[in-house]
């Protein structure tokens, strides 16, 4: 059974940076597909960037791109998410996600993994 687990959320300015740490566990290779996603309040998942466990490949939505960095830490069994040039709009609480295999494409969707989270909470003050 995977499990997933965020930290790292919290309040920060604009133009502030968070960094993001899903740790892992419950598999014994890096075989799967990881990804980050976003919910605002009322408002379904928007999936922001994946990372494929086999090859290391990164994906990014063009919402976060160049913003957004995206990294595994095999000796930790944890992926980050860094988070640079923060805006207000990126408020929301931020879930990562599981699932076996390849990254199947970009941009992927929640319904591409079945292992998520309890989320992590960040807010962008002006």
């Known amino acids: 059974q995977i499990q997933l687990a965020e930290s790292g959320g919290g309040s920060v300015d604009v133009g502030g940076s968070l960094r993001l740490s899903c740790a892992t566990s419950g598999y014994t290779d890096w075989r799967h597909c990881i990804g980050w996603f976003r919910r605002y309040p009322g408002v379904g998942l928007e999936w922001l960037s994946a990372?494929?466990?086999?090859?290391?490949?990164?994906f990014y939505a063009d919402s976060v791109k160049g913003r957004f960095s995206i990294s595994q830490d095999n000796a930790e069994n944890t992926v980050h998410l860094q988070m640079v040039s923060l805006r207000s709009e990126d408020t929301a609480m931020y879930y990562c996600?599981?699932?076996?295999?390849?990254?199947?494409?970009?941009?992927?969707?929640?319904?591409?993994?079945?292992?998520w989270g309890q989320g992590t909470q960040v807010t962008v003050s002006s």
């Open positions: 996600a599981a699932d076996p295999g390849r990254c199947a494409r970009s941009p992927l969707e929640s319904t591409d993994f079945g292992y």
């Open positions: 990372i494929d466990g086999i090859d290391g490949s990164t």
